[in-house]
């Protein structure tokens, strides 16, 4: 199991409450712990070596460093497997690509009160689209470790996508309380008010988000939101300028909302049809582009 690979270099990630030298090296440690998180230590590595160019004497970025040779090396057995011989069934199993046995090696574990076992089943469940089975399990986790700050976001996500989102917003809110750097929880706070009809406040906890992190993907909310507002020329430039990294039925629905909205019929035109191109199911956006298309008959008449 990945995560149970990786949790050394997670702690000292998070735990260390590590302060960089400038934020260029700050940056090559995120996206060194973004790909460690997708299992690809190669890019890891070179993101650290990259901050370590930087900072060749930066005692943190070196603790990292050794933390990913020993997590990345086949031979090494982490500390949760050595100790606990149920998570070292499961992650043999899922190794053997027996993923039920692996399911239900955890789920007895945690049934019988092991709070790792409770975390990484809820986290298997919500990966597998389980949500009210993650949802158990999470809460199991909490019960036996309230301290343990992931079990909160990772109940908060299962709460929004069941669309329980005054849960959701209180697991969240729980989860920033104990990781107030953390930009994910402000990220799935934006998301939960956007769905629950609340823009105002769902732009409020998108900026504090952005204020930690303005990657790509809290940049796409924050236009989404924007547009839920009826910023829409706000909106659209926001939305435009990420074109070239996100290449999306959402985005293009979005800028083409925006164009309708500001009477630019072409363009919205042109911007809804890319979204169709690009989406896997059309029909709404289907009926858009018609409705887009009637006003410009009309114009022309």
Excluded at 37 to 64: E, H, W
Excluded at 117 to 123: G, T, W
Excluded at 202 to 220: H, M, R
Aim: proline share 2%; aromatic share 12%; glycine share 4%.
């Amino acid at each position: 199991m990945k995560k149970i690979l990786l949790v050394c270099f997670m702690c000292c990630l998070t735990f260390s409450q590590c302060v960089f030298a400038n934020e260029e090296t700050e940056d090559y440690v995120d996206m060194a712990s973004s790909a460690v998180t997708d299992g690809d230590y190669t890019t890891a590595r070179q993101y650290v070596n990259q901050a370590l160019s930087i900072d060749p004497q930066d005692k943190s970025i070196l603790d990292l460093k050794y933390t990913l040779d020993i997590v990345s090396n086949p031979n090494y057995i982490p500390y949760l497997r050595q100790t606990n011989p149920a998570l070292n069934q499961a992650f043999n199993a899922k190794k053997s690509g027996n993923k039920d046995s692996e399911t239900d090696i955890l789920e007895q574990d945690a049934n019988n009160g092991n709070f790792w076992s409770c975390y990484f089943v809820a986290d298997l469940y919500r990966k597998n689209g389980n949500y009210h089975s993650a949802i158990n399990f999470y809460r199991k986790a909490i019960t036996l470790n309230s301290q343990y700050i992931q079990a909160y976001l990772g109940l908060g996500i299962a709460q929004y996508e069941t669309g329980d989102y005054a849960s959701a917003i209180s697991s969240l809110q729980k989860y920033i309380e104990l990781n107030p750097k953390s930009d994910i929880g402000y990220t799935m706070l934006a998301k939960c008010y956007l769905a629950d009809g609340n823009a105002n406040l769902a732009l409020n906890y998108i900026e504090k988000a952005l204020y930690i992190s303005d990657n790509l993907e809290n940049k796409l909310l924050q236009g989404e939101i924007l547009y839920e507002r009826g910023y829409y020329a706000q909106a659209k430039g926001i939305l435009e300028g990420l074109k070239t990294n996100i290449q999306t039925a959402d985005i293009y629905k979005y800028i083409g909302l925006c164009d309708y909205k500001l009477n630019n019929y072409t363009d919205a035109l042109l911007n809804v049809d890319k979204a169709i191109i690009l989406s896997d199911d059309a029909g709404n956006l289907n009926l858009l582009y018609n409705e887009i298309k009637e006003k410009i008959d009309k114009q022309n008449i």
